[in-house]
């Protein structure tokens, strides 16, 4: 076929060619017919076209020096196919090609590693889009080989190391191979070494380095690990110039390192960059776009995290909006689905236990098993989503009294905590959870061995807290479970009880929403030993701690009815010791208090009755 007998519309237009697939193309004509497609793939082409150039390359002998860069063009062309219109069939054909560029290219082509490249780059593809562990690894091998082939001075070799980083932190996410981690980081930080100021890939670089070391700490818990990622995150946002197509990407990846940083060290700064960078990253994303429905699941996270913090009861709304419009916007199938359902149910958890609607609460269950359900086995998030519905279940058990809820709760606590390893950040908060479900199934069927076992899983969750951790309910929940075992005879339970207390609030800012309930449940501690022993100091400053926790506690809360019960209790038992009238008149004065914000809360159903109540404090996780 002649050069002037082709022309692009040809291609467009498979009537202009009766015998269109009668004939081969000789190479002029393959590479001319390449280059207008190449110009042209953003929009639908025409099969015929790219099938008689694929078969008119095939014919070519095996030796023929262009054969691999023909096979390549080709494959570029799915390659655009795919990322225009996320067509699985076009990046399955340019899997195939570019394997068979690799293959076929002669010994002394230079142009391998390129071909390699780019094998390596749709195995990754195709791995992200349909979670083959297979593609994952072939793709690792062969950017292994690249990067092993590469001379450290080839423009090529920042993106190949790039691109094997990417892959090692995706294995690790599957598997949980701390080695491949490391190596993650280490070939990064390499990728960044090489890469010289100013390169438009750089931001990109450093945002996968700010994703791993974010990874790393989450496994290990290295703080520096979360210091250095929140920086080269930074860096990365800062260097991506706005209008850019990636500014949403990194604008959520350095929220999500501040929002971790937040859960660690509690700095409220944190946080509330966090929700503004994800509200922008999802503002500049349109509607449609396959990445919206992660950033607003990013958002509803941070949203409940913070309403955790400051209790803003329109934090946790938005919370359950922005969780539910991402799951109705991503396809179902998803591979991030069961992170995004737990996440859902851990904040419609957190909603019932603010407004008490039953319906959150069974809704949370339901969507915490989906998750479950669709989580393989293995999987290194499958701990955290079994904590999690234990959870549910233990509020639900709470509400409905239905022992069935809780004896599950327990044994989902005993799953998740048997799956992960001592050096693991969160197995505290899976001890710390376990150990609170038994002391309440020791509430209800008054089992000796649930209490004691309470009391030693919570005693072994505080040595694996690191130092200057925030989650301070892990002592709360020890001291509750000693307080219970006290009330059996042990003087030195409660002594320890009150310890351990007095340094959880300790460790509470002024101003956290949780301070009203630890004061609570100092004053509780304190009354008991009252009781036991008759000193009339642990009265008189149980009084004061239940007056200090119903003044922090916000007006509206479900919980207040019972704080002022604690309060009327401690004052009716010190009128007795003291025969103080003043305490007599201002026990019945709360009490009455008590009851009318009862009867406005009655759905709550707490119970705001003569036996003080402890606050205690479960510690869910998120996904990403």
């Known amino acids: 076929m002649g050069k002037n007998e082709l022309g692009e519309n040809a291609l467009w237009n498979p009537n202009a060619y009766p015998s269109f697939s009668d004939f081969l193309f000789d190479d002029w004509t393959i590479a001319f017919t390449l280059q207008v497609l190449s110009h042209t793939a953003d929009r639908e082409i025409d099969s015929n076209a790219i099938n008689n150039v694929y078969r008119s390359i095939q014919s070519l002998p095996n030796e023929h020096p262009m054969r691999s860069l023909f096979l390549a063009g080709v494959g570029d062309i799915y390659l655009i196919q795919f990322h225009q219109y996320q067509c699985q069939d076009a990046l399955n054909k340019a899997v195939n090609v570019f394997q068979e560029a690799m293959l076929n290219a002669p010994w002394n082509d230079t142009r391998v590693y390129a071909y390699m490249r780019k094998y390596g780059t749709v195995l990754l593809h195709r791995f992200e889009k349909k979670g083959a562990v297979d593609d994952l690894n072939k793709s690792l091998s062969v950017f292994e080989d690249a990067v092993r082939l590469t001379l450290d001075d080839h423009p090529d070799k920042p993106l190949l190391l790039n691109n094997l980083g990417r892959l090692l932190s995706h294995r690790f996410e599957l598997l949980g191979d701390l080695s491949d981690m490391d190596k993650s980081v280490s070939v990064l930080e390499e990728a960044i070494r090489l890469s010289p100021d100013g390169h438009p890939h ?298 351990v207390l007095e340094e959880a609030i300790r460790l509470t800012p002024d101003g956290h929403p949780d301070k009203p309930w630890r004061l609570n449940n100092l004053g509780n501690s304190l009354s008991r030993r009252f009781e036991r022993i008759g000193d009339l100091s642990d009265m008189n400053k149980s009084v004061s701690l239940f007056e200090d926790a119903v003044r922090l506690i916000p007006g509206d809360h479900p919980d207040k009815p019972s704080f002022l019960s604690n309060l009327s209790n401690s004052l009716s038992r010190r009128f007795e010791r003291l025969g103080h009238l003043s305490d007599m008149n201002k026990a019945f004065s709360v009490k009455e208090e008590a009851v009318r914000l009862f009867a406005e809360n009655r759905a709550t159903f707490y119970k705001a009755g003569n036996e003080a109540r402890s606050f205690e404090k479960d510690e869910s996780n998120y996904g990403n």
């Open 202 to 499: 750089k931001p990109w670089r450093l945002d996968n380095l700010g994703n791993s070391l974010l990874r790393r700490f989450e496994r290990l818990g290295d703080l520096s690990d979360m210091n250095k990622s929140v920086s080269v995150l930074e860096e990365a946002e800062q260097l991506t110039p706005d209008g850019h197509p990636h500014k949403p990407w990194r604008l959520d990846n350095l929220g999500n390192s501040l929002s971790r940083r937040f859960e660690r060290l509690g700095d409220l700064s944190d946080m509330n960059k966090s929700v503004s960078l994800f509200e922008d990253a999802v503002r500049l994303t349109p509607s449609g776009h396959p990445g919206k429905p992660s950033f607003l699941n990013n958002l509803g996270n941070s949203l409940s995290r913070r309403f955790e913090r400051l209790g803003d009861l329109s934090d946790m709304n938005k919370s359950v909006s922005v969780l539910e419009e991402a799951i109705r916007l991503s396809p179902e199938g998803h591979p991030d689905w069961p992170s995004w359902l737990n996440n859902l149910g851990n904040s419609l958890s957190r909603r019932f236990e603010r407004i008490g609607d039953l319906s959150d609460m069974n809704k949370s269950v339901s969507v915490l098993e989906e998750a479950i359900r669709l989580t393989p086995d293995g999987h290194p998030d499958e701990p955290s989503w079994l904590n999690n519905l234990g959870i549910s279940l233990s509020r639900r058990f709470e509400r409905l009294g239905d022992l069935s809820d809780m004896n599950k709760s327990v044994s989902l606590f005993e799953d998740a905590v048997r799956q992960t390893p001592n050096d693991h950040p969160d197995k505290p908060s899976f001890l710390s959870n376990l150990g609170k479900s038994l002391s309440r199934r020791f509430e209800r069927l008054g089992d000796l061995s649930d209490m004691n076992k309470s009391v030693s899983v919570l005693k072994d969750a505080n040595p694996l807290t690191p130092d200057g951790h925030p989650s301070s309910w892990r002592l709360d929940n020890l001291r509750n479970s000693l307080s219970h075992r006290f009330q059996l005879g042990d003087l030195s339970d409660i002594n320890k009880s009150l310890s």
